[in-house]
């Protein structure tokens, strides 16, 4: 009998330490961490397409375009009525000084002057100073050929230089685009005006 209890007691206390055992064991309950919620997807806006920038081409720029004056038609009447005025002996020298710009903007004075010079080629009454004649003089006075005089004063000495008697000295005022042409004929010897006219250039 006693055999027999501490045979139970034994087992007893085995199996109470293989529970303890077990119970050691059994591992410890994880806790699932939270599943994320699925988000709403949000739509997807279409990204808009860049449009290429033009670039600019490097040409040069156009210039502005002068405004071109009928000088012919413009001179061509003022030019009758100072031979109509002019009490002048036939064959007296006559210089035409360039045309002098007095307008708010470029103007082609050369043309005007040209014009000025055949409207008075074959008049049968001045002798007209060549242009060669006053690039000359010109030279001669330590000026350029292009050079332009710009007062009567300069006119009247450079007249005297090339032996001339009469200066017909012209201004163009006012708008570049419809400026006036002032003539003035002007006696060498003494710097008077015989005959003064104007005229509004013609387009």
Not at 10 to 33: D, I, N, S, Y
Not at 129 to 149: F, I, M
């Amino acid at each position: 009998m006693i055999r027999s209890v501490n045979r139970i007691s034994a087992l007893g206390v085995a199996l109470l330490l293989t529970g303890c055992v077990l119970k050691q064991q059994q591992p410890a309950p994880v806790e699932q961490a939270p599943q994320p919620q699925p988000q709403p997807q949000q739509p997807v806006q279409p990204q808009p397409v860049p449009q290429p920038v033009p670039v600019p081409s490097e040409g040069v720029p156009t210039p502005p375009k002068l405004k071109t004056l009928n000088w012919d038609a413009t001179v061509q009447p003022l030019v009758a009525q100072m031979l109509g005025a002019a009490n002048a002996n036939p064959g007296s020298v006559l210089l035409v000084d360039r045309v002098k710009n007095s307008t708010n903007g470029a103007l082609q004075s050369e043309k005007a002057t040209g014009s000025i010079q055949n409207a008075l080629n074959n008049n049968g009454k001045f002798t007209l100073v060549t242009d060669a004649q006053v690039n000359q003089a010109k030279q001669s006075l330590g000026l350029s050929p292009e050079d332009s005089l710009n007062s009567r004063s300069k006119a009247i000495g450079l007249a005297r230089i090339l032996n001339a008697q009469y200066v017909l000295y012209s201004t163009a005022q006012g708008d570049v685009k419809s400026p006036t042409l002032q003539m003035q004929l002007m006696l060498v010897q003494t710097g008077e005006i015989i005959w003064s006219g104007h005229g509004v250039a013609q387009n």
